[in-house]
């Protein structure tokens, strides 16, 4: 089992960055992929950002060029940083795990994930 945690949400004005982490315990050695993920009100959760073990990544469309994906091995910690924010990317943001390779040529689905943590809100305003 892993355990997630995430921190570094908070509400910012349009145009400003934020950068989320999310620290990994349990059993680590297991993590092939880390992900993040957001879900806004009324809105099915989304793949935002995805790293393979190998350093592999992946973006939605909608954050490309904005987001940046990136991992600490040594601290088992995963990053997101997000700048140039927008309205639109107002969410809960989540972190999760999963044994599978995604190869970085697509984001897995949710489902593929195991292993979650709680969430940590992102608001933006305009």
């Known amino acids: 089992q892993v355990q997630l945690v995430e921190s570094g949400g ?3 004005q349009a145009g400003g960055s934020l950068r989320l982490s999310c620290a990994a ?3 680590t050695y297991s993590i092939n992929c880390w992900g993040w993920f957001r879900q806004a009100p009324g809105k099915e959760r989304e793949g935002v950002a ?3 073990s190998d350093g592999s990544t992946a973006y939605a469309d909608s954050v490309k060029g904005r987001f940046t994906i990136s991992q600490d091995n040594a601290k088992n910690t995963l990053y997101l940083q997000m700048n ?3 309205p639109e990317d107002t969410a809960m943001y989540y972190c999760a795990t999963t044994r599978v390779y ?4 697509a984001l897995l689905p949710p489902f593929y994930f195991h292993s979650w ?4 809100q992102v608001t933006v305003s305009s």
């Open 10 to 12: 908070g509400s910012v």
């Open 102 to 105: 995604s190869g970085g040529t």
């Open 25 to 27: 315990s349990g059993s």
């Open 117 to 120: 943590g709680q969430g940590t």
């Open 84 to 86: 140039s924010l927008k």
């Open 50 to 52: 995805a790293i393979d």
